[in-house]
């Protein structure tokens, strides 16, 4: 599927005005979330509800989920966070805790499940993987005049592999619409003054278990890389410095402030 995340002005003409182009193609492997312990979570049928411990980021999703997959009302089933190591993301503590609630209902006695790293790495959301070509051209003023900005890569979901084997269609589309759009306009040239900008996001399908979430980063791992090594190399072509040419260009006022506050850090030590 492809979805325009930004079309602006005319971005290939001005690219054959550009006194500098530059561009190329990035690959972003698949990157794991890696929590500094497996997952765990514990489950307690024995009450009149279901008892579940563990470290969910979020409590009410996480019972609605169990409660779902369970077919009961979520007021059957209590979800108590416990912290568990650290995670950069969504890694597998929705998978221990739906597997939890499942063995645990089905026995009628508490189980705990405990990953082993193996499991906790062969069965992560990994942060997908994104090819990316990005062309950006300036003029002879060091002016940013064209830009432009196509990703490849599969949706993000937050379903467990627990719940895809208790309920899953063979051949679905697991993110279809806005879950196959995953390519960040911020990260690919918004927070720059460019007059001429279009980015496109190609989604591909994201059937049977395939599986991916976000990591956590301020502005995109794989997207932010690509475009900002577009950047420096335009930078290099006005022979200006890559931070003074991002202070010349930058539009976003949170990105000016953080610049200026890094210039008076480095002016400290200096």
């Known amino acids: 599927v492809d979805t325009p995340i930004a079309s602006k ?5 001005m690219m054959q005005k550009a006194a500098f182009v530059r561009g190329a193609s990035y690959f972003c492997p698949y990157q794991a ?3 500094f312990a497996p997952n765990c979570a514990l489950a307690d049928p024995t009450g009149e509800q279901l008892v579940i411990r563990s470290s969910t980021q979020d409590v009410y999703s996480s ?20 912290e568990g190591s650290g995670t950069f993301g969504r890694s597998c503590y929705e998978d221990a805790t739906q597997a939890a609630a499942i063995m645990a209902t089905a026995t009628g006695k508490p189980v705990r499940v405990q990953y082993m790293r193996w499991d906790e790495h062969g069965w992560d959301n ?31 979901t937050i379903t467990s592999t627990v719940s895809d084997s208790a309920r899953a269609k063979p051949g679905e589309e697991r993110a279809s619409g806005s879950g196959s759009i995953t390519v960040n306009p911020i990260s690919t040239g918004s927070m720059y003054k460019i007059a001429n900008r279009r980015v ?31 950047i420096d190399e335009l930078a290099v072509a006005v022979k200006m410095d890559p931070v003074a040419f991002r202070r010349r260009i930058i539009s976003s006022r949170f990105a000016i402030t953080l610049f200026q506050d890094c210039a008076t850090i480095q002016n400290a030590f200096s």
């Open 200 to 230: 496109t996001s190609h989604g591909a399908p994201m059937v049977n278990y395939l599986r991916g979430a976000a990591l956590r980063s301020p502005l995109d791992l794989s997207f932010a890389f690509a475009s900002e090594q577009t």
């Open 63 to 82: 019972r609605k989920q169990v409660a779902d997959i369970l077919g009961v009302a979520p007021e059957k089933v209590r979800l108590q966070y416990f």
């Open 33 to 35: 979330h890696v929590p």
């Open 9 to 13: 002005g005319d971005p290939a003409g």
């Open 126 to 156: 990994y942060g997908p993987a994104h090819l990316a070509d990005v062309r950006a051209g300036v003029d002879e003023q060091g002016n940013i005049i064209a830009y432009e900005y196509d990703g490849w890569q599969h949706g993000w």
